[in-house]
């Protein structure tokens, strides 16, 4: 357990892990739950057990879309998309560990493809 | 010249760890006056009692301080104490170093200093202490039961048993609450019809009991014994003692498209009705918001049908007022609205309904005369899901806070009956925890899963979209197998929290009762005193108080009547001396009290006053009643001449207490 570390994820994110009361309501109603690996009820979990190297290693972190609708259906209020942006946040943050370049964004662009998801691609996945 | 004794209660360890009681009762040994400080370990007890009874003996004490615990747990066994060795009980005074000292502190040696000062400022007030002498006032022999569902009942059944009379005010048109409306009843599955409907003709035929249907109470005045309280006889537009039930009118009525609230609005009912079969009293009533002779004059189909002439178009309100010596809080709860649960789909599609909805639906009098059918094409449902904790067990914004603690069993029993009664049917029950504690509740539960082969699945439903072809799409968690679930469902049940009813909030203001957060009627001990309410002489029956299922609401129902016959059966009841008095002279007839005083124990008179030059005047000033006034001080605060005192706290006592504390 990386004590500092869920001190870090726990401030950054402003959430109370200890208001989860383990309901599942938040991955019930994750649309991005079978891409994910750990499920936004785990997020929770890990991170009030100090597990938090796992999450950060995990691709989960870049599947959550931010769509907030564990946050808006939590019944005890907890917040888990903040929890996974903030382990998402620790793990962009260290050095060399950028999930998206400048140089990456020509291959992706398609006709399609609005220019604010690339302005907020980069808010979520790099420095 | 004053003779005081100082008794300091370790109270075992709950004050003792953190007041450091032989320091306290040394401190206070040097106050002015004390000439006897003391500390022993249990104060309150046999010994303890002795010590002070004792001690008033030996020192001819002339006042004693006890500090100890709150005055609400044992000013009174002090007072009696001191009374039995000849002492006038008011002249004890508690120092609460208790509640209000060790247990909110943690250091010693602040709790200790603080402790010092609290006992400091009751010797200061008793000091100032005058002999009171409590007056006595009579006991009427009626009891009011607001609420008559299940709790109600009972509580009226019980209190008519010992003879005394008992007033149902129910708002609706018939009694039998929420009870009336279950079809079954966990965890022993009897017909919920069969066991209350003969206690409802019981309460009806029984000549202690007079039920006031279709009624509210308006307005309650007078206190503990003598109560004032009037009752409000909503117009039903029909003659109660004419009517004979035949249901005539109902049949005949034209106008048919009025929600029917017994069955929840899942079918209609006509603008006059008759609840359900069995209601108690039977006798129709008009809905004025539907009839359209009340609405616009025309119709009046009724009235020609009725062969009692029972039918009254011009029915007004009536008022009555009535004394009570007691007063039973029955008023229940209602599910809470679904409104802002979006994700559950519960207003865009009929299939999404609650527990008590589907009680109707699977009710032989219900809608759909007890076949299980989807609201919206009348089709037998092969897939269900249940959906546990809908509003309970929230925070503050998304919901109610605590658990509605009947929802496992009834939804258990729900399963049940659906795989016993239509074994095709796939029965899911999305949980967060299953709680059962209960005699033979858990094995109910057992039972749904083991021999009945109910889904229990841990997890939370976090969607529910109504599809195109008619089915449901339940999208949900499974923690233990760590999936998301799509269930093609049929149809979806919530279980949604239950709240007090809404009446009860003013009710509270009108009984000057304390509610909590949740507007649960709050009792006067959680443990000791639990069908009490803080106001002398109401009490608390059934969901009024908190969430209950009905053996539990029938048993608190029971012992609310008991401590309600205890004070009927009183010819009369001590009346507490510390009320208000006005000091003549310095009233200045500002009416100032008048206008705060919550129990209307202050009048004004005109009084003639000799005045310094020889000559009279009339002179408007305040008088109290003490047997209404209750001693709040609001008063006191309110009077700006400084007429207005209180026995047992007056100005300069409270001012004495608060130099001490300052010095």
Same mark, same amino acid.
């Given at each position: 357990?990386?004590?500092?570390?869920?001190?870090?994820?726990?401030?950054?994110?402003?959430?109370?892990?200890?208001?989860?009361?383990?309901?599942?309501?938040?991955?019930?109603?994750?649309?991005?739950?079978?891409?994910?690996?750990?499920?936004?009820?785990?997020?929770?979990?890990?991170?009030?057990?100090?597990?938090?190297?796992?999450?950060?290693?995990?691709?989960?972190?870049?599947?959550?879309?931010?769509?907030?609708?564990?946050?808006?259906?939590?019944?005890?209020?907890?917040?888990?998309?903040?929890?996974?942006?903030?382990?998402?946040?620790?793990?962009?943050?260290?050095?060399?560990?950028?999930?998206?370049?400048?140089?990456?964004?020509?291959?992706?662009?398609?006709?399609?493809?609005?220019?604010?998801?690339?302005?907020?691609?980069?808010?979520?996945?790099?420095? | 010249?004053?003779?005081?004794?100082?008794?300091?209660?370790?109270?075992?360890?709950?004050?003792?760890?953190?007041?450091?009681?032989?320091?306290?009762?040394?401190?206070?040994?040097?106050?002015?006056?004390?000439?006897?400080?003391?500390?022993?370990?249990?104060?309150?007890?046999?010994?303890?009692?002795?010590?002070?009874?004792?001690?008033?003996?030996?020192?001819?004490?002339?006042?004693?301080?006890?500090?100890?615990?709150?005055?609400?747990?044992?000013?009174?066994?002090?007072?009696?104490?001191?009374?039995?060795?000849?002492?006038?009980?008011?002249?004890?005074?508690?120092?609460?170093?208790?509640?209000?000292?060790?247990?909110?502190?943690?250091?010693?040696?602040?709790?200790?200093?603080?402790?010092?000062?609290?006992?400091?400022?009751?010797?200061?007030?008793?000091?100032?202490?005058?002999? =009171?002498?409590?007056?006595?006032?009579?006991?009427?022999?009626?009891?009011?039961?607001?609420?008559?569902?299940?709790?109600?009942?009972?509580?009226?059944?019980?209190?008519?048993?010992?003879?005394?009379?008992?007033?149902?005010?129910?708002?609706?048109?018939?009694?039998?609450?929420?009870?009336?409306?279950?079809?079954?009843?966990?965890?022993?599955?009897?017909?919920?019809?069969?066991?209350?409907?003969?206690?409802?003709?019981?309460?009806?035929?029984?000549?202690?009991?007079?039920?006031?249907?279709?009624?509210?109470?308006?307005?309650?005045?007078?206190?503990?014994?003598?109560?004032?309280?009037?009752?409000?006889?909503?117009?039903?537009?029909?003659?109660?003692?004419?009517?004979?039930?035949?249901?005539?009118?109902?049949?005949?009525?034209?106008?048919?498209?009025?929600?029917?609230?017994?069955?929840?609005?899942?079918?209609?009912?006509?603008?006059?009705?008759?609840?359900?079969?069995?209601?108690?009293?039977?006798?129709?009533?008009?809905?004025?918001?539907?009839?359209?002779?009340?609405?616009?004059?025309?119709?009046?189909?009724?009235?020609?049908?009725?062969?009692?002439?029972?039918?009254?178009?011009?029915?007004?309100?009536?008022?009555?007022?009535?004394?009570?010596?007691?007063?039973?809080?029955?008023?229940?709860?209602?599910?809470?609205?679904?409104?802002?649960?979006?994700?559950?789909?519960?207003?865009?599609?009929?299939?999404?309904?609650?527990?008590?909805?589907?009680?109707?639906?699977?009710?032989?009098?219900?809608?759909?005369?007890?076949?299980?059918?989807?609201?919206?094409?009348?089709?037998?449902?092969?897939?269900?899901?249940?959906?546990?904790?809908?509003?309970?067990?929230?925070?503050?914004?998304?919901?109610?806070?605590?658990?509605?603690?009947?929802?496992?069993?009834?939804?258990?029993?729900?399963?049940?009956?659906?795989?016993?009664?239509?074994?095709?049917?796939?029965?899911?029950?999305?949980?967060?925890?299953?709680?059962?504690?209960?005699?033979?509740?858990?094995?109910?539960?057992?039972?749904?899963?083991?021999?009945?082969?109910?889904?229990?699945?841990?997890?939370?439903?976090?969607?529910?979209?109504?599809?195109?072809?008619?089915?449901?799409?339940?999208?949900?968690?499974?923690?233990?197998?760590?999936?998301?679930?799509?269930?093609?469902?049929?149809?979806?049940?919530?279980?949604?929290?239950?709240?007090?009813?809404?009446?009860?909030?003013?009710?509270?203001?009108?009984?000057?009762?304390?509610?909590?957060?949740?507007?649960?009627?709050?009792?006067?001990?959680?443990? =000791?005193?639990?069908?009490?309410?803080?106001?002398?002489?109401?009490?608390?029956?059934?969901?009024?108080?908190?969430?209950?299922?009905?053996?539990?609401?029938?048993?608190?129902?029971?012992?609310?009547?008991?401590?309600?016959?205890?004070?009927?059966?009183?010819?009369?009841?001590?009346?507490?001396?510390?009320?208000?008095?006005?000091?003549?002279?310095?009233?200045?007839?500002?009416?100032?009290?008048?206008?705060?005083?919550?129990?209307?124990?202050?009048?004004?008179?005109?009084?003639?006053?000799?005045?310094?030059?020889?000559?009279?005047?009339?002179?408007?000033?305040?008088?109290?009643?003490?047997?209404?006034?209750?001693?709040?001080?609001?008063?006191?605060?309110?009077?700006?001449?400084?007429?207005?005192?209180?026995?047992?706290?007056?100005?300069?006592?409270?001012?004495?207490?608060?130099?001490?504390?300052?010095?």
């Amino acid at each position: 357990m990386n004590k500092n570390l869920k001190e870090q994820v726990l401030r950054s994110s402003g959430v109370n892990v200890l208001k989860c009361m383990r309901c599942g309501k938040c991955s019930g109603t994750c649309p991005s739950y079978d891409e994910m690996e750990y499920h936004p009820h785990q997020f929770v979990y890990m991170v009030e057990k100090g597990d938090i190297d796992t999450l950060m290693n995990s691709n989960s972190v870049y599947k959550c879309l931010t769509c907030f609708a564990c946050v808006e259906r939590c019944p005890r209020g907890v917040e888990p998309a903040k929890v996974v942006e903030a382990v998402r946040l620790a793990a962009v943050r260290q050095q060399g560990s950028n999930h998206l370049s400048p140089v990456q964004i020509p291959d992706m662009l398609d006709e399609d493809l609005p220019q604010q998801a690339i302005v907020t691609a980069f808010r979520k996945y790099a420095k | 010249m004053q003779r005081i004794g100082v008794f300091v209660c370790h109270c075992g360890t709950n004050i003792a760890a953190t007041v450091d009681v032989k320091a306290v009762a040394e401190a206070l040994s040097h106050e002015p006056g004390v000439v006897i400080s003391q500390d022993y370990q249990y104060m309150c007890s046999e010994s303890g009692q002795n010590l002070v009874k004792d001690a008033i003996k030996e020192h001819k004490l002339t006042g004693v301080v006890v500090c100890s615990c709150s005055p609400r747990m044992h000013e009174n066994t002090f007072r009696k104490a001191a009374a039995s060795v000849g002492l006038n009980p008011y002249l004890v005074e508690i120092a609460n170093i208790r509640e209000q000292c060790s247990w909110i502190h943690k250091d010693i040696a602040t709790a200790t200093d603080k402790a010092v000062i609290l006992g400091k400022a009751a010797v200061a007030k008793v000091h100032l202490n005058a002999p =009171l002498t409590a007056g006595e006032s009579p006991v009427a022999k009626r009891a009011l039961v607001i609420g008559g569902g299940i709790a109600g009942i009972q509580t009226a059944l019980d209190i008519a048993e010992a003879g005394f009379d008992v007033d149902i005010v129910e708002k609706k048109s018939t009694i039998g609450g929420k009870m009336a409306q279950i079809d079954k009843t966990f965890p022993t599955l009897d017909c919920a019809a069969c066991i209350l409907t003969p206690k409802m003709v019981e309460a009806s035929q029984n000549e202690h009991i007079t039920i006031h249907s279709f009624s509210e109470v308006s307005e309650v005045k007078g206190f503990v014994g003598n109560f004032t309280v009037t009752i409000k006889k909503k117009a039903r537009y029909v003659d109660e003692v004419k009517c004979t039930g035949c249901g005539a009118c109902v049949e005949k009525c034209p106008m048919k498209k009025v929600p029917n609230e017994f069955n929840e609005g899942l079918d209609n009912r006509h603008a006059v009705y008759i609840p359900f079969a069995q209601a108690v009293p039977k006798v129709a009533t008009i809905d004025p918001n539907y009839c359209m002779m009340l609405k616009n004059g025309k119709c009046g189909i009724c009235s020609k049908v009725c062969t009692a002439g029972a039918i009254d178009y011009k029915q007004q309100d009536r008022f009555i007022e009535q004394k009570y010596g007691a007063i039973i809080v029955a008023t229940g709860f209602n599910p809470i609205n679904l409104d802002k649960y979006d994700e559950f789909a519960y207003n865009q599609c009929p299939d999404v309904v609650t527990s008590l909805e589907l009680e109707r639906l699977m009710n032989a009098a219900g809608p759909n005369g007890g076949t299980l059918l989807r609201p919206s094409d009348k089709t037998h449902p092969h897939t269900i899901v249940f959906v546990q904790c809908v509003g309970s067990r929230c925070d503050d914004e998304k919901g109610k806070p605590y658990c509605s603690k009947i929802c496992c069993m009834y939804t258990a029993k729900h399963a049940m009956l659906i795989r016993e009664k239509y074994p095709d049917t796939e029965v899911y029950v999305f949980y967060i925890d299953v709680r059962t504690p209960g005699k033979n509740f858990d094995e109910f539960y057992r039972r749904a899963v083991e021999q009945y082969n109910v889904h229990y699945i841990k997890g939370m439903v976090g969607k529910v979209t109504p599809k195109s072809d008619g089915k449901i799409d339940v999208q949900a968690s499974d923690l233990l197998s760590n999936e998301q679930l799509h269930i093609n469902a049929d149809m979806v049940v919530l279980a949604a929290a239950i709240e007090p009813d809404k009446t009860a909030r003013p009710l509270a203001t009108m009984l000057t009762t304390q509610m909590d957060t949740n507007d649960f009627f709050t009792e006067a001990h959680p443990k =000791l005193r639990p069908v009490e309410s803080a106001t002398a002489g109401i009490f608390l029956s059934g969901a009024c108080q908190g969430p209950k299922d009905i053996p539990e609401t029938v048993a608190q129902a029971s012992a609310a009547a008991a401590k309600a016959i205890g004070l009927l059966v009183k010819n009369s009841i001590t009346c507490n001396p510390c009320v208000a008095h006005s000091d003549e002279l310095l009233c200045n007839g500002c009416s100032s009290c008048e206008k705060v005083c919550p129990y209307g124990a202050i009048t004004y008179q005109d009084k003639e006053f000799r005045m310094p030059d020889r000559t009279t005047a009339i002179r408007r000033v305040a008088s109290v009643n003490p047997a209404v006034c209750q001693g709040c001080g609001a008063c006191t605060v309110a009077c700006p001449s400084g007429a207005m005192d209180l026995n047992g706290f007056s100005n300069s006592q409270i001012m004495a207490e608060v130099d001490a504390i300052c010095k």
